[in-house]
DNA sequence: CCACGGAAGCGAAACGTTTCACAGGAGTCG
DNA sequence: CGACTCCTGTGAAACGTTTCGCTTCCGTGG
């Protein structure tokens, strides 16, 4: 592999003047040289080593990503996926690589920092950090630039987040303008930013919406579409139902669909479903999934912003992204009798 | 931030025997030095910089990984995002970083290689790069390290693939096996050659297994939903129609679904549908699809084995991944009449 | 005609490692 | 006791850049 050594030999000139040449540098050289170089640069094949770049420099122009390592389970990373796309093309108007490492244990106590510190990132962006990521609190302590997506808000680091809160109290607002008057919930991910705010917003804006949501309504869940389908078994065997369900993920709301289906109970006409995120899944299911979307994209693209001004050193701030409606097919007016029984819909 | 000669001037030492201390290096040190060295690390809060070693080593202990620029349209890419995951899971294994390369145009005629070649990577990964990329060729012609995920098996580049012609064999068995004996099709995405094997081994064994296969049953298609939508669109227009489809991928065929789901054809009742790939929405839709499965976990795994192995100068080869047939929902016998007509299930 | 300033190029240092060639010193053996 | 080897450790070069401080040269203005 050529090198700026052998352009130099070859026009016997110094390598100072190739660097300045090929890098319109920081000094001027005549315009018939700088053209010899060019030549000989294309001639020798030359390619700019970037390693050496950076360690002179200082910059890799890359930027780490850390994502939890259940991205390799498919279910879970609707979210994950789509914010590693919006960085990818972030990333790619702003002029930076994407290293990612896939090995760093976010919730590991004394974190492999060096993967991270070891100057092939200028910074580091977090997918999903668990509430209280020991790796985000140890970046943190270094000042080194980084910057989380749905991270934990109640820290420094820069963030960018739905807002959950308002999300929740939409679907909410929804189901209640539908005439629903009960409601039931599967929980978020526990540990995660999304999971625990949503959790909090939904008996919160259940209450001030007055809609009745009884504590054996409130099913476990992981954000996952296992995690729904039993959800969906635990409130089967339950007496008295709600009127709708708002899964606190689009995952949580297909596998809870389904498995509604599988014994015979149809969404909306029997119950009224509404999830959020507004994945491929929620448009891809039948019926269609009512939803709250999030602008997944724009969050990766404002996150990664953020980074490349803590990069450059000027501020950044935590940001709130609206979340909106969508309405399809899973939801609708609750049938007239108040309380769906489970007698009533379901013969076993 | 400190570098090994903090610590060599620190314990009034050689910078070499640091190194020697630290790498366990080629040469002894004295397990004293040694230990006096690993605790000054510690209190210096030494990190060693990779830059700097892959500079002098020339390697850097990372692969490249390109993806076609539409990995950002999210119906496109459950293949790669698997394809993704199972390269980070064993770069894990191998102890390997991953680099995306978002911005590698691999149509472009004269691939910016600088990208690839720089020095940052030990080797290239390509995810479904379109037949005859001129990037990969380059790579070929300059026998730097690479392999390609689903790329063209006709050329020497070493290839992971699924064995298409098998796949779609089993699909039209399980079709006949049904009692079927006429098929449409939904072409995939042009330049892949997951869709040209496809494509071509459709007309093939569709023939042998003597089902009929008119014209005007081939559905153009590009391996997403929309597109799956306009197929069904130019099958709910025609007169005749065949009593099963086989969908090139999962997108395609649940596109197909849903738009003759909203004129009231029902799945499988009216017509079958089978797919490829098993993605997520496979599982996901109602019905569930049947589909062929393929390994793509595995098939990832495998292209990262075979380019550590070029990248040691080893020899590697191209595999074929065998595809494994999933039945589902979505196909069953076909109703007594032999061809659907538009007329019989189809008020308009 | 001389001094000065700017332009253009050169040499060398530096970034943080790894590793080679070599130097002392201790131990071993004849 | 001298020669040999083995063991630790040192200094320096090298990886491929970028960039600083110098030198040289030319044109210009006083």
């Known amino acids: 592999m050529a090198t700026i050594k052998d352009i130099a030999r070859r026009l016997n000139i110094s390598v100072s003047t190739v660097s300045y040449a090929l890098n319109d540098g920081p000094r001027q050289v005549t315009p018939e040289v700088k053209e010899r170089v060019r030549q000989a640069a294309i001639d020798l094949g030359y390619r700019p080593n970037r390693v050496a770049r950076s360690l002179k420099q200082g910059r890799s122009h890359t930027i780490g990503v850390a994502a939890e390592r259940s991205m390799a389970d498919f279910y879970m990373s609707f979210f994950q996926y789509n914010a590693l796309n919006g960085v990818l093309n972030e990333c790619e108007d702003e002029g930076l690589d994407v290293l990612i490492f896939s090995q760093v244990d976010m919730r590991r106590e004394k974190g492999r920092l060096d993967e991270l510190l070891d100057g092939r990132a200028d910074g580091i962006l977090f997918i999903s950090p668990p509430a209280g990521s020991q790796a985000v609190a140890e970046l943190r302590a270094h000042k080194f630039p980084h910057v989380t997506i749905s991270g934990d808000p109640g820290t420094e680091t820069v963030n960018a987040i739905v807002d959950n809160a308002v999300g929740v109290k939409m679907a909410l607002q ?30 919160q804006f259940a209450r001030e919406l007055n809609l009745e949501l009884r504590p054996e309504w409130i099913l476990p869940g992981d954000f996952t579409q296992p995690g729904g389908r039993d959800a969906a078994e635990r409130l089967l065997v339950q007496k008295e139902w709600p009127t709708a369900v708002f899964g606190s993920n689009d995952e949580a709301a297909v596998g809870f669909v389904h498995r509604l289906h599988e014994d015979g109970v149809s969404v909306p006409v029997d119950i009224s479903v509404i999830g959020f995120d507004d994945s491929s899944h929620a448009r891809a299911s039948l019926p269609p999934l009512t939803t709250i979307q999030q602008p997944v994209g724009e969050i990766a ?16 701030y935590s940001t709130r992204f609206e979340p909106r409606l969508v309405v399809r097919g899973s939801t609708s007016s609750p049938k007239v009798d108040n309380h769906a029984t489970q007698s009533g819909i379901h013969a076993h």
């Open 301 to 316: 693209r404002s996150a990664v912003r953020a980074l490349a001004r803590l990069i450059r050193g000027e501020e950044a």
């Open 174 to 203: 929804h189901l209640a303008d539908l005439g629903h008057n009960s409601v039931g919930y599967i929980r978020g991910g526990s540990g995660l930013a999304d999971g625990l705010e949503r959790d909090a917003a939904m008996v």
